[in-house]
């Protein structure tokens, strides 16, 4: 049997994108909670996300320790064979859970964000497609750690049990992995709708898209997920250790990214006084008004209400977390109303 291993692959993903993950998030709460002082439950769902996703990265360093990566007839030894079955099958749970809350998360930031602009039945279609998220990686999960009763048979064939049909086990997790690409095709079109309705320049609805359509980025690594499942077939343990460790590279990317394109917006606030600050405000594209009747200059999107009016209206609130402004009305270029 060949030698080649995924263990390398594994490891680089695991805490490359991971050490990335802590940063980004760690930014987020210093930014949601010192410097705007607007931290959210969209914060704590993303937060929990990433614990999850060390924790995954942590299951999967250990499985790969005792022989993820590796054909299973290279483990010679008895006990690393059993805990690298183990932890193999155990990491995914924690893969699915920091991905449900991610996106929970993200529906949470796009609900307050854009709620103002967006018709009941938006925000209702949006929720129940993330309530359907939730049951099917519920039920993945639950198929996944109880393939075999009692669970210990999946990694000791020795005890007594009984395990489900390996055809069932293949689909509750290609069917839950292909609704999450959908869904992160959702959560990145869904605020395009909203923003290309806005009355602001074509340059700034470019940005603001790219900026809110980051989870399409994850959408790649599920796919690449869901074909690795069907042609490593999921449901067959018998070189566990070799088959799913493609598997787990694409699921360390998908639950990685989905996490660093959640939290990219709510950095925006640092990142626009980074480009003012680099550029001035020679690139400003006007004064506005702020709650308290400040004149502020920014680089912020200019908005005024849907219907054209100057009072403030659903679309002068939509984008404030992310430009971290209370906009009353737009002033002209020549500061006047």
């Known amino acids: 049997m060949a030698t080649y291993s995924n263990s390398p692959i594994l490891i680089a993903l695991a805490w490359g994108l991971g050490s990335l993950v802590i940063v980004f998030c760690a930014a987020r709460l210093w930014i949601r909670k010192v410097i705007i002082d607007r931290a959210s439950w969209d914060d704590i769902f993303m937060t929990l996300a990433a614990i999850f996703a060390i924790i995954c990265s942590a299951f999967v360093t250990t499985a790969v320790h005792y022989g993820l990566g590796r054909h299973i007839e290279n483990i010679t030894d008895p006990y690393s064979r059993q805990m690298a079955i183990k932890y193999t099958i155990l990491a995914p749970s924690f893969s699915l859970v920091s991905a449900t809350l991610s996106k929970i998360s993200i529906l949470i930031f796009l609900t307050r ?39 210990e048979k999946q ?6 049990g009984s395990c489900i049909s390996p055809v069932l086990h293949s689909y509750s997790g290609i069917i839950p992995s292909a609704y999450t690409a959908f869904m992160d095709i959702v ?21 603001l898209c790219c900026l809110m359509g980051g989870s399409i980025f994850a959408t ?12 490593k077939n999921l449901g067959n343990h018998n070189d566990i250790t070799w088959t799913w460790s493609s598997i787990a590279i694409w699921y360390l990317c998908e639950m990685h990214v989905i996490i660093i394109a959640g939290n990219i917006p709510t950095l925006w606030p640092v990142l626009k006084g980074f480009i003012k600050k680099k550029g001035g405000n020679s690139g400003s594209s006007g004064s506005y008004l702020n709650a308290s009747g400040n004149t502020e200059r920014s680089e912020a999107v200019r908005l005024s209400d849907m219907n054209g009016t100057k009072k403030a209206g659903p679309a002068t609130r939509v984008l404030r977390d992310i430009d971290d402004m209370l906009t009353v009305r737009a002033l002209d270029d020549n500061g006047e109303a």
Not at 155 to 160: A, L, R
Not at 220 to 231: C, E, S, V
């Open 187 to 207: 959560l990145a079109v869904f605020p395009s709708i909203i923003i290309t309705q806005l009355n602001i320049s074509r340059k700034m609805k470019i940005s």
């Open 220 to 231: 790649g690594a599920t796919i690449a997920k869901i074909y690795f499942m069907r042609t």
């Open 113 to 151: 964000l854009i709620g103002v602009a967006a018709t009941r039945l938006h925000l209702a279609c949006l929720w129940t497609l993330g309530g359907i998220l939730v049951i099917a990686n519920f039920i993945a999960i639950v198929v996944l750690l109880r393939f075999c009763i009692p669970i």
């Open 155 to 160: 990694w000791n064939p020795g005890v007594k």
